[in-house]
């Protein structure tokens, strides 16, 4: 529904929709999913603070079928880069970036938005001890935990916001951002008490938590 919406909305102002998708691996290494290589994908900052993503490819959606036909959501891709293989069975976050761009009356192409969705599934409760998941715990965590720290700082209007905490952090700092709005989706085990996961991994870094079925709780930044 959403990609449907977006779709419409560049048709109404004769522009484009590119998508760029990439994965996360121990909070170090990004890789691209939509056209996979060795190569690692560079983050960039310029002197605006705009953030770039150097080797990342992007694709032009032009209907909800193309969407739906992009590498990144197939189970089985062909392709998958060879450099550090061990890299790839161990936990990772997966992203994806969605632009949308219109024309000016010269031809050249200018920048309208750009969402960011990335998936943060894989935490560990560090108080779980002797699960054999020391090592998925510290890379994990890791982004959570930097993600809040992020939010936290804008809420309380801290002049230093530490983006690059994280590479997930620094990938999404264009969206992180005071001028910008946010939304995280927390699926949890309906045997873990929500006010628990609240109060202990929040910390109040969230302007607004609500509660929906299932164990699912929205936090809004």
């Given amino acids: ?45 310029d002197s605006e603070g705009k953030t770039h993503l150097k080797g990342l490819f992007k694709v032009r959606v032009k209907s909800i079928e193309d969407f739906a036909q992009l590498s990144c959501f197939s189970s089985n891709q062909n392709k998958q880069p060879t450099k550090a293989p061990t890299l790839l069975h161990t936990r990772g976050h997966q992203g994806l970036i969605i632009h949308i761009s219109s024309f000016d ?77 946010a939304v995280l989706i927390a699926c949890l085990d309906l045997v873990m008490s929500e006010r628990q996961f609240i109060k202990g991994r929040y910390d109040g870094r969230c302007t607004s938590c609500s509660k929906l079925r299932g164990g699912t709780i929205i936090t809004r930044h």
Wanted: proline share 2%; with cysteine; aromatic share 6%.
């Fill in 105 to 181: 009356q010269e031809g050249k192409e200018c920048a309208v938005a750009k969402m960011n969705f990335l998936n943060l599934t894989g935490y560990v409760d560090p108080k779980q001890k002797g699960n054999g998941r020391v090592a998925a715990l510290s890379n994990s965590n890791k982004s959570m935990y930097a993600l809040m720290n992020v939010v936290k700082a804008l809420n309380s209007n801290q002049s230093f916001v530490p983006y690059r905490q994280s590479k997930v952090t620094r990938i999404l700092q264009d969206s992180l951002c005071k001028t910008s709005g």
């Fill in 1 to 45: 529904m959403a990609m449907e919406q977006i779709l419409q909305f560049s048709k109404t102002i004769g522009g484009a929709v590119l998508v760029s998708s990439y994965h996360v691996l121990q909070d170090t290494h990004v890789f691209d999913l939509l056209e996979p290589k060795d190569q690692e994908v560079i983050v960039l900052e």
